[in-house]
């Protein structure tokens, strides 16, 4: 690859986050303009005044928190930005001890570790997974936490229902949110004629054109057209927004604490031999789409190994800073549209506590997530945080755009764009027609039940089609169904 150099909140509610907007915005957050604050009722400033006391009461005792959410030993940028965020809490509470713990969330090991005492104070998961861990009793509960700063109610209300209990008390709160896209490589893109007399990419909008565009470009640059995932749960994630695509719904909720799976429909088989065809009618995949997994890929699409990519904006970082992609070579549209309509996947990721942790230890790292700039507050010190965050991103070639929308307050929205525009290191366009996808009515969340159970017996069907040219795809995709079912009615 040539010049190789050197990542709207699931709006799922969209109606309903606009609607709660102004009254989040009007409760103010403990560190509003005090003219801003004068306005308000009287029950506005007790509010208030309980989240300053949150935010700045130092610990009389000793607090030790262990950061679940700290960066990889790779990324030692992003670790000197943590480094920095260490140094400005022992100004704000000299008390408290920030012990560096990379975490990755499995599901697998997560609970074992739990029970050995090993969770740290807080760690970060994926949206599938808190009401699972909230009934297993495996984490914390910070609603009265929460209150205290006044940022309940600015969770956007579809991601504060994932993340409570019948009660509606809540255990975590948002990071960020995603929606799946369609990551381009622009360089081969130009290479193989697919951009306009502007320069911006001739991108497929449904997936018959996917298939063509990925020829012209395997056909054109020798590398693969895109990369497709068949080597773990990340294969089957994928492959059901392309299911979707073609009709396909793969799960419900009988409404009684039961669910049915349809995985062998008509729609999703055509789906599955979609994906089939890929490899076997059009060789445009990767040379092994069994050993590639979600940070393979973004590996293929940095490098020049394949021009396409199905991946979300709250990852852009992977192919470029992580994989040397230069940051004018990026480009995301929509997930092309199927016979079955457009959707884009739509999750995130959610920071939760252990169910060890202390009032005073939730409190710290709550504390640390507002310095570090992902929580609703408007204080200098969280704009701090977020302003190196972005700066940090332009200054190691990341795409500089909007996050999804987690926290509903204006004065965030307002600020976070402000930021946005000075540290600005792309043309927005490249990355316009993503956003209008995933500011629709197309955003849909993953499958109810044991999704990520059933991810796993998709990739295996993935990974039986893309090595069989002579693989049986309705026999594998009955198979896969009985297995989920199975796995649904011991639930």
């Known amino acids: 690859m040539k010049n190789m150099k050197k990542l709207l909140s699931l709006l799922l509610c969209m109606a309903m986050c606009l609607s709660m907007m102004a009254g989040c915005g009007s409760k103010p957050a403990a560190t509003a303009e005090p003219e801003a604050a004068a306005t308000e009722t009287e029950d ?89 861990l909230i009934k297993a009793g495996a984490v914390a509960d910070i609603t009265d936490e929460l209150e205290a700063r006044g940022w309940l109610d600015c969770i956007n209300p579809s991601i504060r229902e994932m993340m409570s209990d019948e009660n509606g008390r809540v255990y975590g709160i948002p990071r960020d949110g995603y929606a799946l896209g369609l990551m381009m490589n622009m360089e081969l893109f130009r290479e193989a004629g697919l951009v306009d007399a502007d320069g911006y990419p001739i991108y497929p909008k449904t997936w018959e054109e996917l298939a063509e565009t990925a020829k012209t470009i395997k056909d054109k640059t020798g590398s693969a057209g895109i990369c497709i995932l068949a080597f773990d749960n990340g294969g089957g994630w994928h492959f059901s927004n392309i299911a979707w695509a073609f009709g396909a719904t793969l799960c419900k909720d009988n409404g009684d604490g039961t669910f049915t799976c349809d995985l062998d429909s008509p729609e999703a088989i055509a789906a599955m031999e979609y994906v089939k065809s890929l490899k076997w009618d059009y060789d445009v995949l990767t040379a092994d789409p069994t050993v590639e997994n979600w940070g393979t890929g973004f590996t293929q699409l940095g490098t020049g190994g394949a021009a396409m990519y199905i991946a979300a904006n709250d990852a852009v970082m992977q192919p470029t800073e992580a ?128 999704v990520q159970d059933m991810y796993a017996e998709f990739t295996k069907v993935l990974q039986a089609v893309l090595t069989d040219q002579n693989a049986d795809v309705a026999a594998l995709m009955k198979t896969a169904d009985e297995n989920y079912q199975a796995i649904l009615d011991a639930m």
């Open 44 to 132: 506005a400033a007790d509010t208030t005044e309980k989240t300053e006391a949150a935010d700045t009461a130092a610990s009389d005792e000793p607090v030790t928190v262990t950061l679940g959410i700290w960066p990889e030993d790779t990324l030692t940028d992003d670790i000197a930005m943590h480094e920095g965020f260490v140094e400005k809490m022992k100004t704000i509470d000299p008390n408290v001890t920030f012990e560096p713990a990379y975490y990755e969330y499995k599901s697998d090991t997560f609970m074992p570790m739990v029970e050995a005492g090993n969770c740290p104070t807080v760690f970060q998961t994926w949206f599938t997974e808190p009401q699972k």
């Open 323 to 450: 994989n040397g992609l230069p940051v004018e070579d990026l480009a995301m549209c929509a997930i092309p549209a199927g016979p079955g309509g457009q959707f884009s996947l739509s999750g995130g990721t959610p920071y939760m506590f252990s169910k060890d942790a202390t009032p005073e230890e939730i409190n710290a790292a709550l504390d640390y997530i507002e310095i570090m700039g992902y929580s609703p507050s408007v204080s200098e010190t969280a704009l701090d945080g977020l302003r190196a965050d972005y700066a940090n991103r332009k200054e190691n070639g990341i795409p500089v755009i909007p996050r999804f929308r987690c926290w509903t307050n204006q004065e965030i929205i307002d600020a976070e764009e402000k930021i946005i525009e000075e540290n600005a290191n792309v043309d927005q366009k490249m990355y316009q027609p993503y956003f209008d996808a995933t500011s629709s009515a197309g955003l849909r969340t993953e499958e109810p039940g044991s």
